[in-house]
């Protein structure tokens, strides 16, 4: 294909995109105020953590005493409606957008690399819902400990815009911070890190992971930085030990020469064992003549020395 022509693939690729993101947030946008095939309302799934609090710890400004959030704009809600249905949107159209751009990829790939593209893609699907799904559980706890620091004094009216804020922000760090090991994993397959390197910065790297999620949290609570902290760890003493597995069957696999310098030979049989008996050497035969050499213009070759009239060596061959 040609350079109009990849770019008009791609164009073909985003347009399809689009308009699958277009009707995944357009359900979205019902889904937040409606039910779908029998599922709770967006809507209420995303203020349960916040409603699941003590009644003593929130303001209620409900003439029915149901759990509401606070509006303080006449706009307010309806951009937070379509902001929370565009990303409803972004996970109903994903099935869509990540097949395009596979079909957009795959054409210029081995089937080797093929097939690790599509491992690679859904563990970090499968990675990022798993963070996705705990950060909603830890949100229960974190909010309950921010919620009741001075619950004896004070009464807590979060505003909507702020709430699916934090709680999002929440869901996202949870998420993509559980790709991390699939990118310690994927280094170590195209070989930039290896077990022996890991192995030895193990400490460093566990360190690492607690005051990363220390700082990335939003809410500042412990309950959400210990729980990020220990699943990160968990998850990164697992891509380790991936790449304790990985390098022994590299090596197993891998050639004796590969690693032999330039002008170093190679051992004629396997190491650690003994060489096998040989056969008994034939006797040398006479050599068989094939007749005159000839040069590319079909004439008789001369030897420089030998064939030329004086002897000089030196005749030019045409």
């Known amino acids: 294909m040609t350079l109009v022509e990849h770019i008009k693939e791609l164009r073909r690729r985003l347009i399809i995109s689009l308009l699958a993101l277009g009707v995944g947030t357009i359900l979205g946008v019902i889904w937040f105020e ?20 003590p009644a ?20 307010e809600m309806f951009g937070l409606r379509f902001k929370v249905g565009g990303l409803a949107g972004l996970v109903f159209a994903s099935p869509v957008w990540l097949s395009q751009l596979w079909l957009f990829i795959t054409p210029g790939l081995h089937k080797n690399e093929r097939r690790s593209t599509a491992i690679f893609v859904t ?37 909507g815009k702020l709430y699916f804020s934090f709680l999002i922000g929440l869901l996202l760090i949870f998420g993509v911070s559980f790709e991390v090991p699939l990118i310690i994993g994927m280094l170590n397959v195209i070989g930039v890190v290896s077990y022996e ?41 697992m891509s380790i030990q991936f790449c304790r597995f990985n390098d ?40 068989t003549s094939s007749g005159p050499l000839h040069t590319p213009s079909g004439q008789p070759y001369r030897r420089p020395g030998f064939d030329t009239p004086d002897g000089s060596g030196f005749d030019d061959v045409p």
């Open 123 to 159: 563990v970090a699907v499968l990675l990022f819902v798993l963070g996705a799904l705990l950060a909603y559980w830890v949100i229960t706890f974190a909010l309950e400990f921010l919620l009741t620091i001075a619950s004896e004094s004070s009464t807590t009216a979060l505003n």
């Open 34 to 53: 409606h039910s779908l095939f029998g599922l709770p309302t967006l809507g209420f799934l995303l203020r349960e953590p916040y409603c699941s609090l």
């Open 248 to 287: 022994r069957r590299r090596d197993r696999d891998r050639p004796e020469w590969a690693d032999l310098d330039d002008d170093e030979a190679s051992p004629l049989h396997t190491p650690g064992t003994a060489p096998g008996p040989g056969g008994p050497v034939r006797p040398s035969g006479p050599v």
């Open 56 to 75: 003593d710890v929130r303001a209620d400004f409900s003439a029915d005493g149901s759990c509401r959030l606070l509006a303080t704009g006449p706009f």
């Open 197 to 237: 390197q890991l192995r030895d910065k193990r400490r460093i790297i566990i360190f690492g992971v607690f005051c990363f999620a220390a700082v990335i949290t939003p809410g500042q609570d412990p309950m959400s930085m210990v729980a990020l902290a220990i699943a990160l760890t968990l998850l990164v003493e």
